[in-house]
């Protein structure tokens, strides 16, 4: 057995070091007792213990303990004394002592929050507390001023209130940006927490007018189960300018940390609601600059853009990677999740597991995908520069936007313009060139800008009052193209075809169309393409095109080659754009007839028939079609029938409802007040204009005109009633329908079943323009009377006077007293200033009529 050894006697300097606490070496703490001494019952093996330092070697540095340093710890009085102000002198009642534990339990809870120690770990361990002191940020108190009674109790606190659980950087901080460029300044970790407490805050507290503008939208995305939850940039720039900011400049990055804390926020209020939706994605709406594509450059590359245009192709739904996962098919491992971005392609050089070079295989059972479609959207028609063609880009919809648009369409998207590489680019031009996208965020419709969801409650206040107006039909055909003199039964018929009639599935095998179909024929110069141009810009869905300028698969649909599936795929004419809308034809007598007639079908049943390159499908084209068309040698006339002043067959004829002759007329009173209303049409049209400053011979008035913006509010609300047919005299009708028969014997347009359904479509769009849910006496008659002009107008001019006779009874039963009134007198005036013209007479300027001539007139 070894034999024990005597322990060593301290040195001198040890004994100096004990009995002087401030000298140097000492390693107590000043605040604390000298802990005790066990060194007399320590035995210490010999061999342990290294007596011998002399090579060590001893470099001069700085003298830490100076001669002086005593003077440090000399008393001063003045010193000592604390300031009254800040020292709390009150009385407090005593806690109880479950409160103070409470209390207590919390504030450990708060300190060792986010560090794994409690209160008493840093007691016990000093260099531990101290370095987590230096390590902990200082949270910054909200100054907030509360009543006493509001503050909550012990055990009653929200964790919905708690909006500091994030730590990182305040707002200050986060504006200081200490990198290159912000999207290096996002990677910061503690960047990230800061603006993920930031937006935290946004979303919970942001409020306007006193209300909470994002926890209702909360409730309703999870009742309605949604995966968008739209956020205005406005507010955000109002009240985080710092998240706007980078947003605008770094969107991918800033959209990541969005989604995830929305998600976290939704997750927290409705826990089972990832089992519907995994996650949720920030809509970014509101953005205040609007670009067109031609605006977009290299200095827009990866930032948030808005753009508008219209829906030209739309590809199928493909999965897209997400997060990827590889087997080695050496050792069998699963490697990854990687994340996988549009921007590169994940290659793996070597297996984690066996070290080897591969070959590695996709793993589809872990791997996760994603939605993915691609759109092509090109420059609205009326955002083109002069001579310009028009520009496209490819747009890409992930997710919820899946199918949100289809062709036709005219959007708004809000997105991040990025690039990618194109190998069929460089091969092509010889030199390094990426091709740009558009990686949607929020897309926003044309037509849903006035949708009836999209109005509010002031919105319908407005219209069901406007509705209530007795005189509500007459104002809104004033209202069809104000800057166009007359033409009264051309706009009563367009304004008819926008409200339309109600379409009906019978047993859901045989479908009646709704819309009201419109062909306007007439003489050169007399506003035929200007009442297209003004529905264009009423009507919520419309498209225009030109007869000349449209070829059969333009109007229907045609069959290509798609570039990225090399499959044969479908793209629509403009029959299938305007579904649910407006195809406006111009110059309707040019089109070939090969051409027209492949619209045959789609005017009465409303769809497209394809059957090419293998590809058998059926197209929608649920849509009004208004046509404007010149007659034969340039002017029509009245000696020959309809049929004989223009170069269309009887079988397109017929699919139209309404036929409107648009007659030149000479006629010296007429003339003279439209050359007025042109001239003075022109003189309102001055931006420098005053009203006070001209006496106009025609007065307008315009306080019957009803604004085009309310107008297509009216139209949109209207179409979702849908009228019954109710109060009909089937014994008038049926009456009528066959002495029509008859007289379309003698010539004319040939009258079939078909015109007895225009009278039923008018009959119900007459009494949605009323906002009526069913139809009355009064629709029946105004259709019967539209359908008469329309027939009248299509006859000889002899014969075209006799039937207004023989039918004057079904005419003036459309008509009111005081129209029928004011017609009779236009007419007297008129003959008097004949007379006056044909007498030399010299003209006062006033056609004097007495009410005995009236009376006699009327009852003639």
Not at 37 to 58: A, F, G, Q, Y
Not at 67 to 81: A, G, T, W
Not at 138 to 165: A, H, L, M, N, Y
Not at 454 to 461: C, F, N, Y
Request: with cysteine; charged share 30%; proline share 4%.
């Amino acid at each position: 057995m070894a034999e024990r050894k005597r322990p060593r006697e301290p040195s001198p300097e040890a004994e100096d070091r004990n009995q002087n606490p401030y000298s140097p070496g000492s390693y107590l703490n000043l605040t604390s007792p000298p802990p005790p001494s066990d060194t007399d019952d320590i035995e210490v093996e010999e061999n342990l213990i290294e007596d011998d330092i002399t090579d060590v070697s001893e470099e001069d540095g700085e003298n830490l303990y100076p001669s002086d340093f005593e003077r440090d710890y000399e008393e001063r009085p003045e010193l000592d004394k604390y300031d009254s102000d800040n020292i709390d002198d009150e009385n407090h009642e005593e806690l109880d002592i479950s409160i103070r534990r409470n209390l207590e339990k919390m504030m450990d809870e708060r300190d060792a929050r986010g560090t794994g120690h409690t209160a008493t770990d840093y007691l016990l361990d000093t260099s531990n507390y101290l370095q987590e002191k230096t390590k902990r940020r200082r949270r910054k108190v909200p100054e907030v001023i509360q009543q006493q009674d509001d503050v909550p109790q012990i055990g009653e606190f929200d964790e919905e209130s708690d909006d500091d659980d994030y730590e990182g950087m305040n707002n200050d901080e986060l504006t200081d940006v200490k990198a290159t460029s912000v999207s290096e300044w996002i990677k910061n970790p503690a960047v990230q927490k800061g603006i993920m407490r930031q937006f935290r805050n946004f979303i919970r507290k942001y409020t306007k007018d006193g209300k909470s503008v994002y926890w209702p939208q909360i409730e309703e995305l999870t009742k309605d189960q949604l995966q968008s939850l739209e956020v205005s940039y406005m507010h955000l720039e109002s009240d985080k300018p710092v998240l706007a900011r980078f947003l605008k400049k770094s969107p991918v990055e800033i959209l990541q940390i969005f989604d995830e804390v929305a998600t976290d926020v939704i997750l927290k209020k409705h826990p089972h609601y990832e089992e519907l939706n995994k996650e949720i994605h920030v809509r970014i709406t509101s953005y205040p600059i609007l670009y067109t594509l031609r605006d977009l450059r290299h200095t827009h590359l990866n930032t948030l853009v808005r753009v508008s245009g219209v829906v030209t192709r739309r590809t199928g739904v493909f999965p897209q990677l997400k997060f990827v996962k590889y087997n080695c098919l050496k050792c069998g491992g699963v490697l990854g999740p990687y994340t996988q971005d549009i921007q590169s392609e994940i290659k793996l050089n070597h297996c984690s597991y066996c070290q080897s070079k591969g070959p590695f295989s996709l793993n589809t059972e872990q791997t996760m995908y994603s939605d993915y479609q691609k759109i092509t959207m090109q420059e609205t028609p009326g955002t083109i520069p002069a001579g310009r063609l028009p520009r496209h880009r490819e747009v890409i919809l992930l997710c919820d936007l899946i199918d949100s648009v289809k062709p036709g369409d005219e959007i708004e998207i809000t997105g991040i313009y990025r690039n990618n590489f194109d190998v069929s680019l460089n091969i092509k031009n010889g030199f390094p060139v990426f091709a740009t996208v558009i990686e949607a965020n929020y897309i926003v419709k044309r037509e849903d800008l006035f949708s009836t969801y999209k109005m509010t409650d002031e919105d319908r206040e407005q219209l069901k009052k406007l509705a209530e107006d007795p005189k509500i039909a007459q104002k809104i055909y004033k209202s069809i193209a104000p800057s166009i003199y007359g033409h009264e039964d051309i706009k009563r018929a367009i304004a008819l075809s926008l409200f339309g009639g109600v379409s009906k599935n019978i047993q859901d095998k045989h479908r009646l169309r709704g819309d009201i179909n419109i062909l306007m024929l007439g003489d050169p110069g007399t506003a035929k393409s200007q009442f297209l141009k003004y529905v264009e810009k009423t009507a919520s869905r419309a498209v225009y095109t030109s007869g000349r300028g449209s070829s059969s698969v333009g109007l229907t649909a045609s069959v290509k080659k798609d570039t990225i599936t090399r499959e044969w795929t479908l793209e629509g004419g403009a029959f299938v754009l305007a579904d649910n809308g407006v195809c406006l034809i111009d110059e309707f007598d040019k089109m070939e007839d090969k051409d027209r007639v492949s619209i045959h079908e789609a005017m009465e049943q409303q769809t497209i028939s394809i059957s090419k390159a293998g590809i058998n499908s059926t197209l929608n084209a649920r849509c009004a079609v208004i046509a404007a068309a010149n007659p034969i040698g340039g002017r029509y006339n009245t000696s020959k029938p309809f049929s004989d002043n223009v170069e269309l067959t009887e079988p397109i004829l017929s699919r139209f409802d309404v036929l409107c002759v648009v007659k030149d007329t000479v006629d010296p009173t007429i003339d003279e007040i439209l050359a007025n209303f042109v001239v003075e049409s022109h003189v309102r049209s001055h931006p420098d204009f005053k009203d006070e400053d001209y006496d106009f011979f025609v007065q307008q008035d315009n306080r019957s005109v009803i604004p085009q913006d309310l107008l297509r509010k009216y139209i949109i609300y209207a179409k979702q009633i849908k009228p019954q047919l109710t109060n009909l005299d089937e014994h008038m009708i049926s009456d009528l329908y066959s002495k029509l028969r008859r007289e379309a014997q003698n010539g004319g347009i040939p009258i079939t079943v078909r015109y007895l359904e225009s009278m039923l479509r008018l009959a119900e769009a007459h009494a949605r323009m009323h906002l009526r849910n069913y139809t009355n006496k009064t629709d029946v008659e105004i259709a019967i009377d539209v359908v008469l002009q329309s027939f009248f107008d299509s006859q000889k001019f002899s014969i075209s006077n006799r039937l207004k006779r023989q039918f004057a009874k079904y005419i003036n039963k459309a008509k009111e007293e005081s129209e029928l009134l004011i017609h009779i007198l236009n007419d007297m005036v008129r003959e008097k200033v004949q007379l006056q013209k044909a007498s030399n007479v010299h003209r006062t300027g006033n056609i004097h009529i007495s009410v005995s001539e009236l009376i006699e007139q009327v009852s003639i």
